[in-house]
């Protein structure tokens, strides 16, 4: 149970803070435990930290994994696909930015585990485009679609920031969509 809650609480740390900028005295002080009490549910905090790691990318691959895209999926179904992987919690988004500057030790996970990601959101889209002879440059515009609006998404933490993003991600999907994506067809 405690440990669980010191997992929680350090996601949320590290999500806010990045690697660096988490200190486990002031982690343990959250959880209402001294300092060298961590250690007894951690070695050390790269340990609290790779489960962390494990944890975000868990939750963005079983998102993912759970979509079923086909070439009969409709861009209404695209869309609330793109949606919910730009807008899911923004702990878990904030995190995964913060890995961008994660130390040198943690960097294998973090590709292997991007890997995976990458791979399953480009067999779901591939599905969708199945026989489309652009099918790899529309994949790609996608994902850069996507990656620019998780840094945007990122950013936008205040509610009223939040409705203008969904206003503006709906316009910017249907003009991908409509003028890149389709637009020879």
């Not at 994994?65 to 086909?70: A, H, L, Q, R, S």
């Not at 878990?92 to 890995?99: A, K, N, V």
């Not at 509610?159 to 969509?177: R, V």
Request: aromatic share 14%; glycine share 2%; proline share 1%.
């Amino acid at each position: 149970m405690k440990r669980e809650l010191i997992i929680e609480e350090a996601f949320k740390m590290f999500s806010e803070n990045g690697y660096y900028g988490t200190s486990l005295a002031i982690l343990a002080n959250k959880v209402g435990i001294k300092k060298p009490s961590l250690y007894n549910y951690f070695t050390n905090k790269d340990e609290l930290y790779e489960i962390c790691i494990k944890r975000c990318m868990d939750r963005g691959i079983n998102n993912l994994e759970k979509i079923n895209i086909t070439s009969s999926s409709t861009k209404e179904d695209i869309y609330e696909l793109s949606k919910n992987y730009i807008f899911d919690d923004i702990k878990y988004i904030s995190f995964y930015f913060q890995l961008q500057s994660s130390p040198k030790i943690h960097e294998n996970t973090v590709i292997h585990l991007n890997k995976i990601k990458q791979k399953i959101i480009e067999e779901k889209l591939a599905s969708y485009f199945n026989d489309d002879k652009y099918k790899n440059e529309k994949i790609i515009h996608l994902r850069t679609f996507y990656n620019g609006w998780l840094a945007r998404r990122h950013f936008s933490r205040n509610i009223e920031t939040l409705k203008i993003s969904l206003k503006e991600f709906k316009i910017d999907f249907n003009y991908l969509y409509e003028k890149i994506l389709f637009e020879s067809e």
